[in-house]
């Protein structure tokens, strides 16, 4: 693994990092290009598997899906998963899941930070309701 430098190097030369398409300070593209490697066909592919299981990459690779699409997700969880085992081969770092509700809670935490900052732009205050259940009977 030391023929690459860097883990970027490392998904740049598997063709999954996004491309830098710029001219005059404006971004043109940022389409990955094409590849036959196959080290690159077999990230995409276990990218993909990764629809159904419950560990982190799971959660983030659904949430990618379902904001960009299936396959820019693939590409972007493709990329991750190279970094991560360019880590794991180059430094003898372990994977350690942490599993998908943390990382639900992570997401969830940036988000609730970020409404709360954008309301306070505005001149607004955030107040947390308590929790109400819709199984929950309202008296009659």
């Known amino acids: 693994m030391t023929r690459w430098p860097t883990e970027k190097h490392f998904a740049s030369w598997l063709s999954l990092s ?21 080290v690159a066909a077999a990230r995409r592919l276990a990218a993909s598997s990764l629809y159904h ?8 690779h659904r949430r990618l899906k379902a904001r960009l699409g299936a396959p820019k997700a693939f590409t972007v969880t493709a990329h991750k998963l190279a970094r991560l085992i360019y880590r794991m081969l180059r430094f003898g770092t372990e994977y350690v899941d942490r599993g998908q509700d943390y990382c639900e809670r992570r997401y969830q935490s940036r988000v609730v930070s970020t409404l709360v900052r954008r309301a306070q ?8 309701t308590e929790d109400v259940s819709p199984t929950a009977s309202s008296p009659a």
Request: glycine share 16%.
């Open 121 to 128: 732009e505005l001149g607004y205050t955030l107040i947390k």
């Open 18 to 38: 996004p491309g830098s398409n710029t001219s005059g300070g404006r971004k043109i593209s940022g389409r990955t290009k094409a590849s036959a490697n196959r």
């Open 53 to 60: 299981s419950k560990s982190a990459l799971g959660a983030f």
